[in-house]
């Protein structure tokens, strides 16, 4: 079946640098990945849909410069939290589909849990 | 906008119960409806999905769901729940006939004792 990898499962990082967090489809080619926040006890919220080769959409009140997200290939997209500060620790989950109408069906990554201190 | 709603937020079952998790959603057009799982650990998986045709669908592991058009519900049911069912179970619906994005409710968190 389809996978999706993430990349690192688990980062702890210092307040104020920036965190890169790599997306995957190992066995199809993506043209969306969305990018998901997931809060403890809470359900995914949206963040970004991104295709590839062209620009995020990003999600009301989800701030563009501090979360860039690239899809430059089929297989591959990135999320960096810029400058990051404690209050963006999370578990950050992307999602994977492949295109045309009829792959409406997202697959998930594992998910990276993200810890600012 | 789309919203889906879980109104059942912490369902504790013994083994062998029957399970019902209640899913509604808020949308004026056609949906696809999905059900995803999550065990302690691991990622979200497909549970069930419908587009179309049979409001009832039946997916892995035993569960089915059923789309009540004039609900506004796609509930997912299972005759006789397993320990191993323990999970974060999420409803999702995007507009149907599209490759929109999903919009997932607040999940049903199931514990299953022996």
């Known amino acids: 079946g389809a996978v999706v990898s993430q990349h690192p499962s688990r980062v702890i990082c210092k307040s104020g640098t920036s965190v890169k967090i790599e997306c995957r489809s190992l066995?199809?080619?993506?043209?969306?990945m969305f990018w998901y926040r997931q809060f403890p006890k809470q359900s995914l919220m949206l963040m970004a849909t991104?295709?590839?080769?062209?620009?995020?959409?990003?999600e009301q009140g989800v701030e563009k410069d501090k979360f860039l997200i690239n899809h430059a290939s089929l297989t591959l997209s990135t999320l960096t939290v810029t400058s990051a500060h404690p209050e963006d620790s999370s578990f950050y989950i992307c999602?994977?589909?492949?295109?045309?109408?009829?792959?409406?069906?997202?697959?998930f990554g594992p998910g990276t849990r993200l810890t600012v201190l | 906008a789309q919203s889906v709603s879980q109104h059942n937020h912490h369902v504790i079952l013994s083994e062998a119960a029957s399970l019902e998790l209640g899913c509604n959603y808020s949308?004026?057009?056609?949906?696809?409806l999905f059900w995803y799982v999550q065990y302690p650990g691991q990622h979200l998986q497909l549970l069930l999905k419908?587009?179309?045709?049979?409001?009832l669908v039946k997916g892995i592991k035993g569960f089915e769901a059923e789309f009540i058009k004039s609900k506004f519900s796609f509930n997912l049911r299972k005759p006789s729940v397993q320990w191993s069912d323990t999970a974060e179970y999420f409803c999702?619906?995007?507009?149907?006939?599209?490759?929109?994005?999903?919009?997932f409710g607040t999940g049903t968190r199931l514990q299953v004792t022996l």
């Open positions: 999602s994977a589909r492949q295109g045309g109408l009829s792959y409406n069906e997202q697959f």
């Open positions: 066995d199809f080619q993506a043209t969306t």
């Open positions: 991104s295709n590839e080769g062209s620009k995020a959409t990003y």
């Open positions: 949308y004026g057009g056609t949906v696809n």
């Open positions: 419908y587009f179309s045709g049979d409001p």
């Open positions: 999702a619906v995007n507009e149907a006939g599209t490759a929109s994005k999903l919009t």
